[in-house]
């Protein structure tokens, strides 16, 4: 069974103007789409066509780099459109999720400063996480290209439960260089009842 690119949950325009249309339409149908493709080409007849892209994900240190650059991508896209809403944003202290992010930050806002410098100086291309590790604590980490927390080759290990594409193509036709506004404005869409719902699922 090959993977699908999911559809969109809102309209391309649905984030502006925080995101704007354009961003997102070539982002999900020819960015997204690609690795989904890919990762399908990569493991077409072979084990991993049985296996769910969270096992493929566990041990890709064993598997090409296509399998790991498209099956991150793949991942990656699916969890991140599920994190943002048109009506997301403001904080999520009524939530479980805050409560966990205050226990391990400090305070939303120290939360929001630790995530937004992962974010900002990841060099080159890559992801932002907010993430539990084992024992159920949140943490945040960056990662490279499209490499992710549920990787064995993953500096720190865990179930990304919010992530951040960094990538120029996720902001440069609307922001150029200017990563930190595109970070700030991400702030405004989280879609916090999605990432308490990760959260819950993965304790
Ligand atoms: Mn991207």
């Not at 100086?121 to 960056?142: Q, V």
């Not at 405004?188 to 990432?195: K, L, Q």
């Amino acid at each position: 069974m090959a993977f699908q690119l999911p559809d969109l949950p809102y309209a391309f325009d649905a984030l502006e103007p925080n995101i704007d249309a354009k961003t997102m339409e070539i982002h999900h149908g020819k960015h997204h789409a690609g690795y989904t493709n890919n990762l399908n080409a990569a493991i077409a007849d072979s084990p991993l066509a049985d296996q769910s892209i969270e096992d493929i994900l566990a041990n890709v240190s064993q598997h090409s780099m296509a399998v790991r650059n498209n099956g991150g991508g793949y991942f990656n896209h699916c969890l991140f459109w599920e994190v943002m809403s048109p009506n997301g944003g403001g904080n999520p202290d009524n939530l479980s999720v805050g409560a966990a992010i205050k226990d391990a930050f400090g305070s939303y806002d120290d939360f929001k400063k630790e995530f937004s410098a992962a974010a900002a100086t990841r060099f080159g291309s890559g992801w932002a996480w907010l993430s539990l590790d084992g024992a159920g604590k949140l943490f945040i980490s960056s990662t490279p290209n499209q490499d992710n927390p549920l990787m064995d080759v993953a500096d720190k290990k865990g179930t990304p439960v919010l992530g951040l594409d960094v990538w120029e193509h996720a902001y440069y036709l609307n922001y150029q260089n200017r990563r930190p506004d595109y970070i700030s404005s991400f702030f405004n869409v989280i879609n916090w009842e999605e990432v308490n719902k990760r959260f819950e699922a993965g304790k």
